[in-house]
């Protein structure tokens, strides 16, 4: 029975098979008709639907002569939807339709490792450039500073044992304007502290000078002029400050522990300043700023020093020092 069904299919798979070579020679004479397509593995694949619309739009063909517009129109509409109904078709047109999307996507990906490896190699040449720039300025403000401390320091060949006690070689002038440029290079490398601790500098000329926080423990300065310098902070240990003219100067937090200031004007601004053991006889305090915020412990007196009005220099701590005394370390 079975045997005989499939005999009879392929009969009339057959007889298709004849009417559609005569399609393709001359109109057909007949539609495909239902009894026919219903029994055949093409009826399973399209579909009645579209079975119904190929037999209307071969119809309407037959009966105008010509391609007709609406069963055309109709005819495409359900292949459409035909090929719609089909995922992994749907899939490859959605592909199609996202390629040039896809392959911007790439273009700029790629541009963009691109972009990045440039920007490593610019990275990397700037670093290279700023250590050979930082290397340079390095070399220059140590041969600078080399510069500044030989005119600073540099003493003639006296024969003596000490040569601290020969006369410096540049002149008192060149030495102040060094120093000061020396304090600014040491700020410019980023040192806090500039380091000028013995320097001889007697008699110069400072005046408006910045010696924030510089070191001049043990610094030559006898009779210098110092008015309105910015020595705030700074280290003065055992400077030699005999006769400098300090008006106007900030010398608040200044370190002047055994500090020389025997004749000097001391119209100073001393909030904060630590003065114990100073050398203050002949000193003028009269018009110091803050004095009573300044530690004077232990620092020695005379008759000649001058101390601001109303000021109780006998509760400050103060020592008065016997007749030709001589300043001692402690």
């Known amino acids: 029975m079975f045997q005989d069904e499939i005999s009879r299919l392929q009969q009339q798979i057959e007889e298709l098979e004849e009417k559609l070579s005569r399609f393709d020679e001359q109109p057909f004479e007949e539609p495909i008709g239902p009894g026919l397509t219903g029994k055949l593995g093409i009826l399973a694949t399209l579909g009645p639907g579209m079975v119904n619309t190929i037999n209307a739009w071969v119809a309407a063909w037959r009966a105008s002569g010509r391609l007709p517009t609406t069963e055309t129109a109709h005819l495409l509409a359900a292949v459409l939807r035909r090929m719609m109904g089909n995922r992994l078709l749907i899939l490859i047109v959605a592909l199609i339709a996202m390629a040039p999307a896809l392959a911007a996507v790439f273009l700029f990906w790629q541009q963009n490792e691109l972009l990045k490896d440039q920007n490593e190699s610019f990275a990397q040449r700037n670093d290279l450039l700023r250590q050979q720039v930082q290397l340079q300025v390095d070399g220059m403000i140590a041969a600078r500073r080399a510069e500044l401390l030989t005119i600073i320091y540099n003493r003639q060949d006296c024969g003596a044992e000490d040569i601290e006690t020969c006369l410096p070689l540049a002149n008192i002038r060149s030495r102040a304007e060094a120093a000061q440029a020396f304090v600014e290079l040491e700020r410019m490398a980023g040192k806090e502290l500039a380091n000028l601790s013995r320097a001889q500098l007697e008699n110069a000329n400072l005046v408006g000078g910045d010696f924030s926080g510089a070191n001049l423990v043990g610094a030559v300065l006898r009779g210098t002029d110092l008015r309105s ?102």
């Open 229 to 330: 310098a910015n020595f705030s902070g700074a280290s003065l240990v055992r400077a030699d400050l005999q006769d400098a003219n300090l008006v106007l100067t900030d010398l608040e937090e200044a370190q002047l522990r055994w500090a020389k200031l025997r004749g000097s004007n001391l119209g100073a601004r001393l909030r904060g300043a630590d003065m114990r053991w100073a050398d203050l006889r002949g000193a003028d305090l009269s018009q110091a700023f803050d004095l009573d915020e300044a530690n004077i412990a232990d620092a020695l007196f005379n008759d000649q020093t001058r101390w601001p009005e109303n000021f109780d220099f006998e509760a400050a701590g103060v020592k008065e020092a016997p007749e030709n005394a001589v300043m001692g370390d402690e």
